[in-house]
């Protein structure tokens, strides 16, 4: 039996999580652990989501709606495009492997930068076709005259990400436009924007500008981060009808469930916890950003709610001497990047916490 598993698999990494806090807790024998590991909201969901499912708890009974109707038409009205341009996965960690089904098939290329999130190389890998990394600069900016230059006859698609995780850096309107204008026509541009909503630089090339100019492109998008929701797992990509008629033709019919559906439609309406998250997350920055310039660290400036920043000595070092004193967050070695630590923000306190613990670390 074992010899019929599919041989791509074996050059999928078993995934190793992050520690939760819990299991911090115990192996420490901590109480107080705080986590800044996973880019999460530091203030929580949005209370109007979590009204939305206590109600929704009478009809556990029931499948979810496998049309996801509600959530769908309340995102094609917030973005003004039709409900056919939209897919929603169960994170946009499942859209990235419908995207991968969708469009690969064994021998295929696919290019994607190098840090950055590692689920296209999984998605890619899956079926069997091949993972071409582009680097970004040494400043972690993009220079997509390079992705240019890695495409060939064999690439399916190229993923993008938006700003990027775990560097944080972003996509310029201008070399945006000058690399899809560019672009050979076989070849589907994908950009994760699962940090957009921090975004507050005016020349970010904002994904869906470009698709309503005409451009083929997907913008995936997530209410993981700044909805606070990464436990429900939901996420979309927007995209032109054909291309995400395609890609919904992979779906399981009932692939987001009915908790996620009515909170993430409720956290769409929640006006007030979006600012405060920005709010909180504006300032965070800033706090981190002093608190690391006054350890003389340098950081690299950030469009999201993470930062990446170098200890110049080994980073895997001085991230087990903050787990042990109950701070997780993430070794810049799982991105190829072995002195530098990658911080999500957090509250006013946990950011001083992690400060605090930084500088008796290093
Ligand atoms: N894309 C990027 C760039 C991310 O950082 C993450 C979360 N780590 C995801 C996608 C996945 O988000 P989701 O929770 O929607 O699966």
Redesign the pocket.
Known sequence: ILKNVRGTLERIKPYSPGKPIAEVQREYALTDVIKLA??ENPIGASHKAQEAIREALSELHLYPDGGQTLLKQALAKRFSVSEDMIVI????????TFICQTFLEPGDEVVVPTP??S?YDFGTILMGANVVPVPLNSDFSYDLNSFLDAITEKTKIVFL?S????TGTYIRKQEFRQFIENLPPHVLVIV????NEYVEASDYAQGLDFLKEGFNIVV??????LFGL?AL???YAIGPADIIGYISRTREPFNVNHLAQVAALAALEDVEHMKESLRVNREGKQQIYEGLAALNLSYIPTETNFILFDTKVDAKQVFQSLLKKGVIVRDGGIFGLPTYIRVSIGTAEQNERFLRELAEVL
């Open positions: 996973s880019n996965g169960n994170g946009s960690d499942e859209v990235i950055s999130f689920e990400c700003p990027n995780n775990p994760d924007e699962a940090y995936m998008r997530t209410f993981s981060k990464a797992r939901v996420g």
